[in-house]
């Protein structure tokens, strides 16, 4: 704490009624019932793993000398719907989770947010919860704190009964996450706090920044542990708490071994060696520290969250992250750097590991099935009833999370040459004149526009959208999706829209009975009909293959379910679902090129791939038996600056 020598959570932060919590610190060490106690953590996401692996993965972390797990919790993934409850059952069965991490023998760590950042879609936010363009995000904004309080009447009363107190495994809970990154509402952070306390979390309660006196500023409280996320340089970063925070005990609670990855971007990869001569420097510091992440799992879905740099970043399907677990549950180089330096750092001679833990997994023998052409694209999203406005509506406007926008609209365009501009797109864009497809616009060549030539005369416009991935961290957290002002023809607005919101989060079946009428409107063509020969790659122009964009369907036949990889060969943009579930989407321009598909989601005999191409489809899938992220890339390395 902040101006003072020494503190004990369990004397000054919980009056006598309060269960005293499991842990607690002085003088800069930390104890756990009174004993001394260091935490060697790993964060595994319940909400990234087929919850029929979550005991395998719990495991694997055991075995790397692990004590703890983290875990965020990400609200849109339990109430993705306003006027539907939260749910906590199945895949969303959070109690079940921690309660399997305490059974094997771990504490938890649970991190509620409400943001989480966690490279998630809108930071862990349903995007009905932050759409009130009246609301200051991650404030102490009555409107914040409101929709949240309603979201933590839910969620608090899971966590609570598995607290230490109680028994469980859970030992401490973040107040937000990184708030010292976006803002420095002192009042909303006390808030949170209390919200907690109110909600009857008597376990330490811990904020969370990165390791430099700029973002202590922001996000940390006098009378709370401050906690540091880093990746290198935790020897300064422990000077800084020394400074800041004497009394408390440092603890790295994100130690970032390896990185997540952009697509059109370098697959980030860091060496087991070096990460764990980081993670040492900090453990011979008498710190604690935990992985991020331990084992990443799969952004299955539209899940992927998005960062902004000038120009939206996606992030890829997968969140190996590099991790000592990788996201099939293979045990790394990494894995057993890290271990060797966890055993050391808690006075444990190594223990062999279980053997069905490091034998490899079954995997699928590699073949190729091949994939029919089922209904093209715009066939699909122009069936779907309109909503009808003046100017174009957003996502939000239109009640749609994730997915697409088909916008449609007529337009009086000059003799000649003219450009059609998008005011505020996010964050892709397909553009057709009179069924003729002319090109892409994304956030950063939106203005630019897309120049046509025309005869003259009232013609039909024609936008369909792509909702990317929702911005998960940084200022742009909570922007909106779709066309969020207009669309001009030169410097004249269009006016008079209609538009079709495509959720492909609706189960398969409905989506595959849309279009599917033989007297389907207007036979537009599809982005790669127009006899463009330019690559189809982040410039967004589109290829020409005659294969088209749509549906594609194919059966894969297999003896026995296992584990495979999944690669779509000449398709260029799109999403795949197995057996009717999303798996996640594709994009030709790397660096992931294969989908991991865990074994729960197939069965012996036949199995449904159904594709949806945005841009140019092939003709068969291919599955592979190793996983492929990307080439070897750059090691990132965070600016403390």
């Known amino acids: 704490m902040a101006g003072s020598s020494e503190a004990t959570l369990v004397e000054e932060n919980f009056p006598p009624a309060r269960p005293a919590p499991a842990l607690s610190y002085s003088a800069r060490l930390l104890f756990k019932y009174g004993q001394p106690h260091r935490i060697i953590a790993g964060a595994i996401h319940y909400f990234r793993i087929h919850p ?76 009905w919860a932050v759409s009130d363009p009246e609301m200051v995000l991650r404030s102490s904004d009555p409107l914040f704190t409101g929709v949240v309080e309603k979201w933590f009447d839910q969620l608090l009363p899971i966590i609570e009964p598995l607290q230490a107190c109680h028994g469980g495994p859970v030992v401490a809970v973040q107040i937000e996450n990184e708030y010292g990154s976006y803002g420095d509402d002192k009042e909303y952070l006390r808030w949170n706090r209390k919200a907690l306390l109110d909600r009857g979390i008597t376990e330490i309660l811990f904020t969370a920044d990165g390791g430099t006196d700029y973002y202590l500023d922001g996000g940390s409280l006098p009378d709370t542990w401050a906690t540091a996320t880093l990746g290198s340089r935790g020897e300064e970063a422990d000077a800084v708490w020394q400074r800041r925070r004497p009394g408390e005990p440092f603890f790295n609670v994100e130690f970032w071994n390896g990185w997540f990855d952009h697509w059109g971007e370098d697959h980030h990869t860091r060496g087991g060696v070096d990460a764990a001569a980081e993670a040492k420097k900090i453990l011979d510091l008498d710190g604690s520290i935990c992985l991020y992440m331990a084992h990443g799992g799969t952004n299955f879905g539209l899940t992927s969250g998005a960062n902004h740099d000038g120009a939206i970043q996606p992030t890829v399907t997968s969140y190996d992250s590099d991790a000592p677990i990788a996201e099939d549950g293979r045990l790394t180089e990494k894995f057993y750097a890290m271990r060797e330096a966890f055993f050391a750092a808690s006075g444990r001679e190594l223990t062999p590991i279980p053997v069905h833990l490091e034998r490899p997994g079954a995997v699928i023998p590699a073949c190729t099935f091949e994939l029919t052409r089922g209904t093209a694209l715009l066939d699909f999203v122009r069936a779907i009833k309109p909503v009808h406005s003046i100017k174009p509506m957003s996502f939000e406007k239109l009640g749609l999370d994730r997915g697409l926008v088909h916008y449609s609209a007529k337009a009086v365009l000059p003799v000649g040459e003219a450009t059609i501009k998008i005011c505020d797109l996010h964050d892709r864009a397909y553009v057709w004149v009179d069924g003729k497809y002319q090109g892409v616009l994304t956030d950063a060549t939106c203005e630019e526009g897309v120049k046509v030539t025309t005869a003259g005369g009232l013609a039909a416009v024609e936008i369909l959208v792509e909702n990317q991935g929702r911005i998960n961290y940084g200022p742009f957290f909570g922007q909106g999706k779709g066309i969020l002002d207009g669309v001009l023809i030169n410097q004249r607005y269009i006016f008079q829209w209609d538009q079709r919101p495509v959720n492909l989060e609706k189960p398969l079946s409905e989506l595959l009975q849309v279009g599917t009428a033989e007297d389907s409107s207007d036979n537009l063509e599809s982005p790669n009909s127009s006899g463009t020969k330019e690559n189809p790659a982040t410039d967004g122009s589109a290829a020409t293959d005659g294969a088209g964009a749509g549906y594609f369907h194919g059966e894969l036949r297999i003896e026995k379910a296992a584990d495979t990889y999944l690669s779509l060969p000449g398709f260029g943009k799109g999403v795949v679902w197995v057996n009717g579930f999303l798996l996640g989407r594709f994009w030709e321009v790397g660096p992931q090129v294969t989908l991991y598909v865990p074994a729960p989601l197939l069965k012996a005999g036949a199995n449904k791939i159904t594709v949806l191409e945005f841009e140019h489809g092939g003709t068969h899938a291919e599955l592979h038996e190793e996983p492929n992220l990307g080439l070897i890339g750059v090691t990132y390395v965070e600016d403390l600056g």
């Not at 006027?83 to 509620?112: H, N, Q, Y």
């Open 52 to 127: 029929e692996q979550w005991q395998d993965r719990i495991d694997r972390l055991v075995a790397m000398g692990i004590n703890t797990l983290d875990t965020y919790v990400a609200w849109n993934f339990h109430q993705p719907y306003e006027d539907v409850a939260p749910d906590f059952t199945g895949w969303k069965d959070l109690a079940k989770f921690i309660t399997l991490a305490g059974e094997s023998g771990l504490d938890v760590i649970v991190r509620p947010g409400p943001y989480i950042c966690a490279e998630w879609d809108n930071g862990g936010f349903p995007s």
